[in-house]
T-cell receptor, first 111, second 112 residues
């Protein structure tokens, strides 16, 4: 099975907050990332968090990291229709910038 | 500044045919990655180059897949012969050493 797991789908209304969750298994992960993928496009790095941090906020995005439970979440405040996309979490393991991705969560924002 | 460029964007071939994908990384990025993304899944690393040297190709199916980055700049990924299960999006990414990875738009391969 995958080392990084995400729920498949999330639907929210425009203006609400979205919370996308991710669990990982490697306790030695140094960085954890959130990427966004729109249809027909490559992955765009949204934000990342270093493993010794609990929280990181960047404008509408808030990342929470629970190292004990190996749980990562991405909160998008005031979700807009343009936020509709697939969101991937990824963990960086060891040396060499090796990333392991989750299966992605499809976010649908209803007007 | 141009991002990571990949071509072709789409490719449809019959099984047992060869196929090649091309990637031009961001100028100055010494590290180049090839990923495969199956439908409904996250990307999986196939091979990573540091300049012209392949430093991690443990996930590359070497019986049919090959890659090269002869001058440490652009790279080609080849499949010969292609199988039905190779249908996927092939993503190229580049980074400056171990910094942020920037992804190209990918090549969507369909094997019939």
């Amino acid at each position: 099975g995958e080392d990084v797991e995400q729920s498949l789908f999330l639907s929210v209304r425009e203006g609400d907050s979205s919370v996308i969750n991710c669990t990982y298994t490697d306790s030695s992960s140094t960085y954890l990332y959130w990427y966004k993928q729109e249809p027909g496009a490559g992955l765009q790095l949204l934000t990342y968090i270093f493993s010794n941090m609990d929280m990181k906020q960047d404008q509408r995005l808030t990342v929470l990291l629970n190292k004990k439970d190996k749980h990562l979440s991405l909160r998008i405040a005031d979700t807009q229709t343009g936020d509709s996309a697939i969101y991937f979490c990824a963990e960086r393991q060891g040396a060499g910038n090796m990333l392991t991705f989750g299966g992605g969560t499809r976010l649908m924002v209803k007007p | 500044e141009a991002g990571v460029v990949q071509s072709p964007r789409y490719k449809i071939i019959e099984k047992k045919q060869p196929v090649a994908f091309w990637c031009n990384p961001i100028s100055g990025h010494n590290t180049l990655y090839w990923y495969r993304q199956n439908l409904g899944q996250g990307p999986e690393l196939l091979i990573r180059y540091e300049n012209e040297e392949a430093v991690d190709d443990s996930q590359l199916p070497k019986d049919r897949f090959s890659a090269e980055r002869l001058k440490g700049v652009d790279s080609t990924l080849k499949i010969q012969p292609a199988e039905l299960g190779d249908s996927a999006v092939y993503l190229c990414a580049s980074s400056l050493h171990d910094g942020e990875q920037f992804f190209g738009p990918g090549t969507r391969l369909t094997v019939l």
